[in-house]
């Protein structure tokens, strides 16, 4: 009786104890799944990063139509097309200075008046012998033509005469440069005197330079001489004024090669008088031909190959060198002959790190707009 009692009280027991295991087992199942699954996770995303990272960053540009120009650029100063050092040809003291720097002056311009007391004094002297043997000269030709004088003494008369007017000239001239004229039009660069200064013969006093017409003379190679020409347009900028475009044209060309460095001179012509000035730095550009429609990629795209150009082209995630033949260069542009079509994509920033099939990813690729879901309309109100 009692043994059917404890067997009765414990029953219950066991089957409690066998649930907390079965329990247990369960979860520790779980847990080990869920590791599992986590570790198959973390390993799925960092095969996925490491393929990511093996890609090189780049910039891509697509090849596109544009107007393209072949020219010669080359640099020069700006220099006047005429200047001159106005020199005192007497000496004397300056009574009066006309003019100051930055004056316009135009040729003939009394620009200094030097004293000239003892020139005036000269003049006269030899007028005054000069009219006396005029006079003694034409008696003599009235006495030669009777036979009453000599035709030696005649012809002694007549030489003193025009040895007088000589002097007589000499003289006027001399005092002539009693005032300093502009021989040129321009504008006065600079004045070494001052009135009351003592003037030396043949000592530069100004200095004039004609603006109106400017001049940039290129040293040009050889190899160009057939494609320069006489009136071709010219485009400068100078540094004094960034962002500023002045137009011009080839004035004439040198038609001899120097044989030591194998160029030749191109004169370009710009018109003055405004904000240009001589002696400004200017960057030239001539254009001596153009295609309206050309296939170009930025210039950036080249590959540094000397004798073999190419550039990377972009197919789907990897590159390819793609030779290249190439026709004009014009500033930024390239323009692409044959390697290129037109929409290819080519790297233009992060070439040096790329080979033959490197896979990249292009940083300013415009991204692709995907299919969006439509959005659920706005209940409407009651």
Known sequence: MRQLTNNRE???????????????????????ACKGGAGAADAQAKEGKDK?????????????????????????????????????????VALDVMVVEGQQVKAGQVLVRLDSARAEQQAAQTGATLRKLEANYARSRQLAEQRLLSANDNDQLRYDMENARAA???????????????????VVASRSI??????????????????????????????ELATLKAGQPVQMTVDAMPGKSFEGKVDR????????????????????GGVLQPGMFGRLRIDYDSR????????????DDEG?????????????????????????????????????????????????????????AKPVASAAAPAAKAPIKQ
Not at 77 to 90: C, D, F, H, I, Y
Not at 318 to 336: C, F, H, N, P
């Open 253 to 272: 060309i040198a038609p001899v090669v120097d044989s030591g460095s194998g160029t030749f001179r191109v004169i370009c012509s710009f018109v003055g």
């Open 194 to 223: 001052k009135a009351g200064n003592f003037v030396q013969i043949n000592s530069p006093i100004i200095r004039i330079v004609d603006t109106s017409m400017l001049e940039a003379t290129l040293n040009v190679p050889e190899r």
């Open 168 to 186: 007589n000239r000499l003289a006027n001239l001399e005092l002539s440069y009693a005032k300093v004229e502009a021989p040129i039009s321009g």
């Open 52 to 92: 990511v990272s093996d890609a090189v960053p780049v910039e891509i540009a697509a090849a596109t139509r544009r107007a393209i120009a072949a020219s010669y650029t080359g640099t020069a100063p700006l220099e006047a097309r005429a200047e001159s050092q106005v020199v005192a040809k007497t000496s004397g």
């Open 308 to 364: 073999d150009p190419a550039v990377f082209v972009v197919r789907g995630n990897k590159v390819a060198r793609t030779s290249v033949k190439l026709g004009y260069l014009d500033g930024s542009w390239a323009e692409v002959r044959q390697g290129v079509k037109l929409g290819d994509q080519v790297v233009v920033a992060g070439k040096t790190a790329l080979r033959e099939g490197s896979e990249v990813l292009p940083i300013n």
């Open 292 to 303: 309206a429609d050309a296939l170009v990629v930025p210039r950036a795209a080249l590959l």
């Open 10 to 32: 414990g029953g219950p027991a066991v089957r409690v104890t066998a649930a907390v295991a079965a329990l247990a087992l369960a979860c520790a199942l779980g847990l080990s």
